[in-house]
Each structure stands twice: as C-alpha cells, then as structure tokens.
C-alpha cells in the first residue's frame, strides 16, 4: 500500500514559538518536487511530543495542500493510550491518510499490552497503520510475534523497522512475506536495508537533501546499487546525523545551509550553539561542498 522514500518532515516556528505554516509549506512542497512518495508529519524529527493536539492537526492540513494527493500520515505517539486514541479520531477526520503509531512514549509496555494499543489506535482512527518500531529510542521492540498478532487486522499494512538491527528487516520479510510493507527508519542503515528487501524509508535528512535521498531509493529499486552506494558512501556522515540525541537540532541545521531554512525548535529544545554547532557545520559545509552529479533514474 506504501512505498518509496516518507520525509519525516521538520516543524518549523516563527521567532514568537508560533508555526510558521508559510515557511512549513515551501520546505514540504520542496520534498514532493523531488519525487517523495508521502509525508509524515509530528513524529520525532517533527516535534510532536512538544505541540498541541490542535497544533499537530493544524500541521496536517499544511502537509496535506503541497501532497499532491499523495498520502500524509499523522503520528501517533501519546503517552497515555486515550490520547493516542483521541488524537487518531481527529486526525482521521481531519482527513489524514493514515497513522505512523509508537506504542508508548513514556511507560514501557509488555507485549500484551503492545498489542492492545495498537489495536486500540486502530479502532478509534480506522484508517492505515504503521507501526513504528523503535526499541532503541522508546524501548518498545514491536517483534515478529507481536506483529503476527496484528497480522489478521487488514488496518496495520506497514511496519517502520528501527531496532538498528539489519537482520530484523531480514526477519520480518521472511516471516511475512508481502503482508507488509517494511520502511526503514534508521538513515544511517537504508542502503543495507533496502539492499535485503525493504520498500520504504522513512527519511531524515531528506528535509534538508531531498534529490539525493530519491535517487538512492530509485536507483535500489532499479537494481543499480553501485551507483546508489556511490551516493550513499557521500552522504553516509549526514545520515549519521540522524542517529544521535540532538537529531532534531542537527537536521535543522542542515535545513539552513541546504535550503535556506531556520533551526528555530520548540523548548525546551534549543538550536546547537558552541563546538557543537561548529562540529555539525563542518559535516554540512564538506558535504555541500562534494555534492555528486546524480545520475538520471
């Protein structure tokens, strides 16, 4: 049902912490140009956990003018499952095309009660599910088990594989076959994974290098993996970007150099300052610096 290469897009602020729907609309509309297949909106690299429900639906609406009819996702990370709940009725009305679903965000579940707010979330927003797996930043590992309880409901047709391990892309699609569309969710590891099978990413720094991410994913899909390792050799210490605790702050800061954007965060978040801030412009400004000629797909 879902392919292709989904920004995670960034949330953007105006100076007053208000969103900044202008700046938001020619960034996303940037990513549709480049031939992204959808867009997700509010997760991580987006911020959610810091906005509003009524400011993350307001950030659906944007995503969905510049989307070309093309699918945009609300995520649904809540700590309490009522909320995530909540948020899925409105998004659905709001007319979102599906759910990128984390089980919990604060309290860690077991298995059982995995299954259940998932299946919860299903049930309130009746739409499309992925089911964000990320054992590593929300210590929920949504396993080949758990998913094969959730295999028999038609609603969850995607799954955003980021254990950082390799081999449970491996796992899934033997254990599935076609039953899911597996996404990778780990920049740093897309190559790899789209190399064993995977049909999705779930992108990063595609906010900031749109061109180069498609033309990765395209030239995979075209079975011209040394071209697009190529690409993916230059672009490996951006992605690494996206792997680390200040990835929201670093990925803005690629947005500025690559895009002419704002690193502006919601608190208590705060833009990279001092060595650090130097540290990551240098990564940017040599990679800008070496940008390959892509070749045609």
Known sequence: MWTGVFPAVTTKFNADDTLDHAEMERCFALQMEAGCDGLIVCGSLGEGSMLSQD????????????????PVL?????????????????????GANGFMVVPSTIYHTDPAETVATLKAVAEAGDLPIMIYSNRVA??????????????????????????DDIRRATEILTHFGDRFDVFTGVDNLAF???????????????VAFPKETVAIYKLMQAG????????????????????????????????????GSNDRCRMPRMPLSGERRAKVEKIIRDAIACRPALPAV
Not at 58 to 68: N, R, W, Y
Not at 79 to 94: V, Y
Request: aromatic residues 6%; hydrophobic residues 50%.
């Open 138 to 163: 929300y210590r929920v590992d949504v396993t080949v088990p758990i998913m094969e309880e959730l295999a028999n409901d038609a609603r969850f047709v995607a799954v955003k594989e980021s254990s």
């Open 192 to 206: 790899e994974a789209l190399a064993v099978g995977c049909n999705g990413w779930v992108a990063g720094l595609v």
């Open 55 to 70: 400011e993350r639906l307001a950030v659906l609406k944007t995503a969905q003018g510049v989307a070309g009819g093309k």
């Open 224 to 259: 011209r993996t040394a071209e697009a390792l190529a690409i993916y050799r230059w672009f490996r210490p951006l992605l690494d970007l996206d792997v680390s605790t200040y990835l929201v702050q670093n990925i803005k800061l690629a947005e500025v150099h690559a895009l």
């Open 74 to 94: 609300m995520t649904i990370a809540e700590a309490a499952t009522r909320d995530s709940a909540n948020l899925a009725r409105k998004a659905a009305k709001a």
